[in-house]
Structure formats: C-alpha cells, structure tokens
C-alpha cells in the first residue's frame, strides 16, 4: 500500500528559527511531490511542489527532494506566527490522485 | 489564477434530506476533480475521483449510492449526499486538477455539513 508518513508534531519554534518538516513515501513510482499549509477549519493551501531532486526556493519556504532516500522536506525560514498550522506532504504518479500524509502541526510562537 | 470554488460553504439539514455541493474551477478546465472528507482532527480521506464525462472512482468504504457524483463539465462537479444522516456530518472539500506535468491540485474552501 502506497504511504506517506509525517511526524504528527507539534512542533515548535520560536518566531524567526527555521522550521524543518519531514516526509518520507513509500512509492519509488511517485514523480510529483507537494506541500500544503491547513489552517484549522480551512481547506489546504498549496505552497510548493518539487518534482527533481534538489532544492526549490520560493520566498522563505525551500522544498527538498532525495528520490533515493525517498525523503522529502520544506523548510521555512524566519518563521512567523501566522506560520502557525498543519503542513501536509502529498505525493503522486502522473494521472492519479494525490496521496497525503497526516499532516505535521508547526506552532511558531512569538 | 487555480482557483477553486465550493458551494455552499456551510449547511445544516435535517437528517434524511439530500444535500448537494457544488466544485467549480473558475479559471481552469479540470479535467479531473476530487472529493474529500475531514472529520475534526483527522487527515484529508479521499472519497472519489471525477473525471469529466464519466462516472466516479470511488474509494474502498465510500457508498456511490449515497454519494453522488455528476462532473457535468470540465469547470463543475457536484456531490449530492443523498439521505443524510448525523454520521456525515463533517468538512467535504474539493479540488480540481490543473493538468500539465505535474498534475497539481488546487483545493476548493470546503463545505461544512452538519446533519441534525
């Protein structure tokens, strides 16, 4: 059964650090990989997604891939508390449905 | 641009009654919409895959019968859950597939169902 795993958190860092969230899949098959922000009692949010290996920036968030470990992260630089929610990992071959991860709870506190 | 709507975005019914949401992608075709359920605390759960013209996928424990889907056209689907019961209370979301290399999802805001 295609997987993907998160640690459910909270974790917590203190406003500014850089906030590292982890996800790992188990489908080698997987060539799309997405990170969404969720807001207790809103919908996902997309804020990145990653389909090579490597690093991707956008603004404060960076998206990291390693295919061969199956491995892959977003860090959030000078966190803030608006940052405060639930981070879901979502992987998915070309044509099928996202798989998602529980989602990690991050608490930035100010 | 990708925006997703959902329509309502809350409703409360009577237990028994049919209650019908509707997706729209507002400024792409989506040839692929999804359907997802959240109880409080607890991860997304997909339900179905619509794809325009053609009936449902549905997941393994999810009723087609009593959660219809009809994607109309490639901007609209819609879940009718038919005979609600207090049970489906819960947050349905949508999204619609953009297409393209990466088959990125763009979620609706939800819709809030509480069935008294």
């Known amino acids: 059964q295609k997987e993907v795993e998160q640690n459910s958190g909270p974790l917590s860092v203190p406003e500014g650090a850089i906030a590292s969230l982890n996800c790992t899949y188990s489908?080698?098959?997987?060539?799309?990989f997405f990170w969404y922000r969720q807001y207790s009692g809103k919908s996902p949010e997309l804020i990145m997604f990653?389909?090579?290996?490597g690093d991707k920036e956008d603004g404060r968030f960076t998206a990291q891939l390693n295919k061969a470990s199956q491995y892959v992260s977003l860090l959030i630089r000078d966190s803030q508390p608006s940052d405060s929610a639930t981070y879901l990992c979502a992987v998915n071959q070309a044509g099928t449905a996202l798989i998602f991860g529980k989602g990690t709870t991050l608490s930035v506190s100010s | 641009g990708a925006v997703v709507s959902q329509h309502p975005s809350r409703v409360i019914c009577k237990s028994g009654t049919s209650v019908k949401i509707e997706c729209r992608s507002l400024?792409?075709?989506?040839?692929?919409m999804f359907w997802y359920r959240q109880f409080p605390k607890q991860s997304l759960m997909l339900m179905a895959t619509?794809?325009?013209?053609?009936?449902?996928?549905?997941e393994q424990g999810v009723e087609k019968d009593k959660f219809l889907i009809n994607h109309a056209s490639l901007t609209l689907s819609t879940l009718t859950v038919t005979s609600a019961h207090p049970e489906d209370s819960s947050f349905y979301i949508c999204s619609a597939e953009s297409g393209g290399a990466t088959d990125t999802q763009y979620f609706g805001p939800g819709t809030r169902l509480t069935v008294l």
């Open positions: 489908d080698r098959g997987s060539q799309s």
């Open positions: 990653i389909y090579s290996n």
């Open positions: 400024d792409f075709q989506a040839t692929t």
């Open positions: 619509s794809n325009e013209g053609s009936k449902a996928t549905y």
